[in-house]
């Protein structure tokens, strides 16, 4: 009976992933696996959660909730794929920041910071707003912020033109500063890191802003306020 159950599921995985492939050829399918719902197969693209039926007619995403157990099944398989991915990624962010001079970055940092951390920034990004909006604080907290720039909407956009403005002004700081309060930075070039900023940000797979990487690899996304990342980072310490 088990070897019929197994010869089953291979059938199963292999009518999924043809129909996929099929679909998209350049699909990079990282599992296929049941899902807690008969006929329906748990498929992981990448950092993606998607869901389809076991004959590979039927695909759908968004998240599964068991009811009965109060749970978002989803959630949680995404929250395993992002340790797991946080996990290989590490060593690299760790190395890569490392390299990295931080006269390629902007610095707010107090006289003797207790912590140390990169912040991934999107110009017009609400949440990174709010971010910089409390940088004294965070620097009472003892963390020298060092930030690189991620314009989400790419090269050339709105907000990669403001990020070069920005690091060509004559005050980095009070120009970022500005800028992150909703005004338009006097139109500049010059030479600038903001694309190996942006190639950093493809190598360690980020996809929003702000991110915060600590020294030692440890990756946070998204916003914090001051003492919840005091706390995350004396986690990441132990």
């Known amino acids: 009976m088990s070897g019929a159950i197994c010869s089953s599921v291979i059938a199963d995985e292999t009518a999924i992933k043809k129909s996929l492939v099929k679909t998209n050829p350049e699909i990079e399918i990282t599992s296929v696996k049941p899902s807690p719902v008969p006929g329906i197969s748990e498929v992981v693209v990448g950092n993606e959660v998607l869901y389809m039926s ?13 009811l009965e ?4 099944i989803t959630q949680e398989k995404l929250a395993e794929i992002r340790k797991v991915s946080e996990e290989k990624v590490r060593p690299l962010v760790k190395s890569r920041l490392a390299a990295m001079s931080t006269d390629k970055m902007i610095v ?7 912590y140390k ?16 909006s409390q940088i004294n604080d965070y620097m009472a907290e003892g963390i020298a912020v060092h930030y690189l720039f991620f314009p ?8 990669y033109n403001k990020a070069v403005s920005v690091w060509c002004s004559d ?20 030479d600038n890191p903001v694309d190996e900023h942006m190639q950093l940000v493809t190598e360690f797979g980020l996809e929003g802003t702000p991110t915060i990487a600590t020294a030692s690899g440890t990756m946070f996304p998204g916003y914090l306020p001051p003492k919840e990342l005091v706390e995350r980072l ?3 310490a132990k």
């Open 54 to 66: 076991d004959d590979g007619k039927y695909l759908f995403q968004g998240y599964l909730l068991d």
């Open 69 to 72: 157990a109060h749970k978002n």
């Open 108 to 114: 707010f940092s107090p006289k003797d910071p207790k």
């Open 117 to 132: 951390i990169f912040v991934f920034t999107d110009i017009d990004c609400g949440y990174c707003r709010k971010f910089h």
């Open 152 to 159: 989400r909407a790419g090269k050339n956009s709105e907000s």
């Open 171 to 190: 005050d980095r700081k009070a120009a970022f500063t500005s800028a992150k309060k909703g005004e338009n930075p006097f139109a500049r070039k010059c």
């Open 234 to 236: 004396k986690d990441a």
